[in-house]
Structures are given as C-alpha cells and as structure tokens.
C-alpha cells in the first residue's frame, strides 16, 4: 500500500477489518509510520505541538472513517476532565514463582493474584467517559516463557449504578483498537454514536469493563523503530526485524491468544470468578478465544457483528469485495430515491456525478471509486427495444472514462495522495446505514455552495457539533500550535500529554493491527490478487477494492518470519450459551461472520437489516430489549 503520513489514518483501511471506534477499529493493514517512537525524526524526544495538532484536527475528521467501523467517536470528557495524572499502577507485593505463571525472579506485583487495583482517573487522552476510572496491571510478557519479564496494561471501568450482579468485559475490535473509550454510561439513542450503548438495566446491574489490548499507548506500548527507506519498502518483513531492534521478542508476544490470556489476568485481579463477555466485530473473535480457553471463568457472552473464525485474516479481503460495492451503489440509489430532499440526482448514476463533482472540488481529484451502473432512467430517450444495449454501453463508458481520469492523475504524485483522502466523506457510509442522511446532507450542502465550500470542512464541523468535546480538543491543539509559534520552552504539561497521547495511539493501532493478522494468519494469501491490488493502488483504481485486494493477496506480511494459525474457538464447554447479534448485508465482516461464529460457539442469532457493522455501537435501541432478555435470564 502506498506509503502514508502518521499524521492522519488512511480512510479505507480497516482498524481491524473490523473495527468499532474511530478507526478504529488502527487500520486494518494501513502503511506504516516512518517511526513509531516517541522521538520522531528530527524532532528530540517529543511530538511537537504542530505536529500534534494537525493529527487532532484530522482526527476529527476520519473518528468515523472506515477503518473504524462505527461511525461517529465516543462521548470524550472534556479536556479538563481528561488532562489529569494517569492511574497509578498496581501495587503489591510477593516473591515466589505463582501457578499462575509469574516469574521466580518476579516481584510482587507481577503476581496478579497479589495485585490490588488503584483506581484512579485514566490517562490522558484515553477519552474515557466521565464515570470511568482506571487501574494498571502487570501480566507475563510472554506466557510460554514466563521468565522473560513483564508488560504493563491499562483497564477502565464503569461501575454499575445500582446493586452489581456482575461485570461485562468488553473488547472493541480491530484488531488492536483502542478499547478503554468504548463503552458508554448513556442510555440507548438509537443512533450512531460510535460508542457500545448497553441497556439502561445492564448499565443499572453490570460493571463495564475494558482492558487495553497489549501494545498499545496506555501500557506497555509496542515500538518499532523504523527508518525511512525501511517504511517505504512493501511487506512486513521490514516492520518485524524494525520492531525485534527495538524490543527483542515483542512482537512476537501480539497475538489474540496471548491477549486473551491478559483478560484472564485481569479477571484475576478483579477478583471475579466468572466474567460476562461482549465483543464487536474482531473482539467477537477474541472474546470467543478467551470462553475457548476459559469456559469454567465464562458466563454470559455478546459476540456482536464477530467476524468469522474461519476469515482470520486474508480470507477477508477477498470475500468482502463483493458487499462493499454493494453498499457504496446502494447508497448512491438511496440518495436519488430521495432526490427531493438532497438534489443530487434521480439516478444513481447522478449522484455519482454530483459527488465527484464536489470530490474534484475538494480535492482536485477523481474519486478512486467505481462509477454505479447505469440504470433505465438515465437512458430515458432510448426506445425500449434498445435500452438494454444502451445501459451497458453507457455503463461501460462511464468506467472507462473514470479510470482514464483516475490513472493520468496517479502519475501526479500529490494527486495520489490526495485521492487516498477522497474517499473519507464516504467512510461513515460505508458501515452504518444509519449515517446515510447526514452523509448524503453534507454532500449536498457542499455542492449546493458557490464556490463549493470543501466537503472534509463541513464534515468536520458536523462531527464536532455532535461531539462538542472534538471542538474542544481542536482549540486546545490550535493552542499548543500557537504557543509553539510563539515561544522555544520544551516544557510540556498535562494538555501536551493528552494530545501527545491521541497522536501516538493512532500509530500504535495500526502498528498492533498489522502484528496480529501478520503473526496468525488461519488462511493462505491468495496470490492472485496481488498484481490486481498493485494496479489499483497505484494506478488510481477503485481504491476500496485495493485495500481488499490487499488483505488478500497477502502483502502486508511478504517477509515476515513466522505465522502462527489463530486457535480454533469452540463453545461446547460453555454452561450458558451466547448471544450472537450481527447485520444481513455486514460490510466490515461480511454477512456471513456472524453466523460461522454463531455455529462454532453455539447459542442463537439475532440478525438485523442494513448495511451496517456494530448492533450495539448503531442500532442499541431496537436491540437493547434482546440484549436486556438475555442478562435478566
């Protein structure tokens, strides 16, 4: 994939093919940073304020993009609620080698069953809600050679408003999101809010919690320090020997096994026998690993739009091609269906043209985006004998029109990258169904304005006025910028810590991503769509295809070491059987992902109409009397 600034996440990549949050989903099989520490090239030991500014603002921008599958970000606290010391981690005490696997030379607070929980505010940047609270734990590193030392993790917590029954572990997708935001202590809306929406009853009996998957900026963060001309160069290869330099056996240790047995820790020092269990999307998969590994310390489970067992990972590329023009086309119909709200076109056909019309607006380029097929309508004047004929042909010249325009502007190096932004106003699109409306609304807007005002604009500003605290965010980056502008102290404080935080935690998610799916890969490439997938990334093609192409073909993973097949998840041992929720027209897993989960791990299935990802992050509403059912029992 072509080489991209850290500084904003590619639009159509995947924070996990999945992925719920602001994508995350972290993207699934984005390009690489050129450096992944804190020290950036040619800046000493911090992100400057510019830098990071430019990442906050863009942010607000791509929360909803596709690489995370929900659209819309969380509900963030308010800069001042959020700049405050980080949790204090665990502390105590015990020396001795434990069942549990700590290390002889281990101290005491490697031993989970010694830790005791300081809950505290969660750090910086973490955009937690304002009941939520933190605590650090130490697990093994690695958990077949124990010895070999410890890493920390970061866990967030909701507690139950009313008398506990229990708590709920939740886990966001990806893979290697993000995961301490993702749950919410509002009621439903029944609209998309990027956020996990539980039932008022659950928030009123259940404790949420969620524990930062291993790797990321709120633990022990995975650093892999790349240079230049290593980033550039295709394939994973680069990336593993970047990351073994930096921390020696790491990487290696980023798998949803071993993450998995992190949540158990966790429920160790929780002091919980049994854990209640959701997960979104991948955190379906990892979730049902854990009740694989642990059925005796699992009760309840949602497994919630989970990818297929049988995807993991470049099974997925090549089987969601297909749903995913389905949607952009059913989208651009839905539009002309409504023509007499948006006035963008009374065919699909239409629609496009207006879209690429403000496209070439804002970004002077051609969307990478296939042109809908010609429909009836818009060869009206055609006598029915021959409009059959005449939709192919007029279909068939649209395409090679577009991918004319689309290829003479990939030799226009910025052009490229600009067209890799051109796709972002549809990100949201592309997962929710329920983001439609205000998508198609700022279209037209935008193309409705003379001189057409620029689409990422508007969307920015629709984002922050559902969020006002993303506004807050982009005055205190503009702030930092300014002072920077103004002044050469080094000297950093705690809102330089929150915005420094957002901005590495992008890097880290895409970082984890890649690792996991490179580390345990259950399929093999298909190699078939590798020059396919190279022609339409640098050729200007239909850049959602490419980036699935991409997974498929095995790319991102040409030269790394090893490959370790994701364990087979089984739910025979369960006592009590999941709850499966999952959408018929799923674009981020694919309308199968549900059911194959559903018949490994049993239980039954609640499958709602859309195309859509993340029951609970979109739909909370119409699903919250099902989900509610299911812990009452």
Known sequence: MVWRSPFRPHPLSESSPMTTHRNPHARFNQRRSTHRKTGLPGFSGSVPSKTIAAAVMAATLTLSAPGFAHAGPYPHPTPQDSATEPAVPSDAPSSNKSSD???????????????????????????TVERAQCATITVPKDYAYPDVGTIELTMSKIPAKGTKKGTIAGNIGGPGLDALAMFTDKAPQNKSAGHIQMPTDVLEHYDLVAVEPRGLTFGTPLECDEGLLESLVPGGGNLYRACQRTQPGY??????????????????VLGEDKLNLYGVSYGG?????????????????????????????????????????????AFFDWIAQNDDKYHLGKTPREVYKSFTRVIKATYNVTPPLTPPPANRDDVSAVPDDYADSAVKLLSAVDYVYWRSHTFTESFDILKRFGAQQALSPLGEALYPQQSWPDTAAAIAESASSDPIKPLDEILVEKEKERTPELAKLEEMAKKKAEEADNSNSDETDAEDEMLKNIFMQQIQMGLVNQTIMCNENANPPARSEYIPSLINQYTGGDQFVAVDQMIA?????????HNKPIMKVNGDKLAVKPLSLGYDKDTAVTPHGAPEMRDAMGGTLHTFKGYSHGVLGGNAADAADIVSEYFRD
């Open 101 to 127: 696997g700590a290390s002889d030379t281990a101290k005491p607070e490697d031993n989970p069953a010694a830790q005791k929980l300081k809950w505290g505010p969660c750090p910086p940047g973490s955009m």
């Open 251 to 268: 990487v290696d240790t980023i798998t949803t096994e071993n993450t998995a047995r992190d949540l158990e820790e966790a429920r160790k």
């Open 285 to 329: 998969l990892l979730m049902a690993t854990y009740a694989t590994l642990f059925p005796e310390h699992t009760n309840k489970m949602v497994l919630d739009s989970s990818m297929s067992p049988n995807d993991a990972w470049f099974g997925l590329g090549g089987s969601r091609i297909k749903i995913r023009k389905e949607a952009m086309n």
């Open 553 to 561: 073909s095995g790319q991102e993973c040409d030269g790394w070491p």
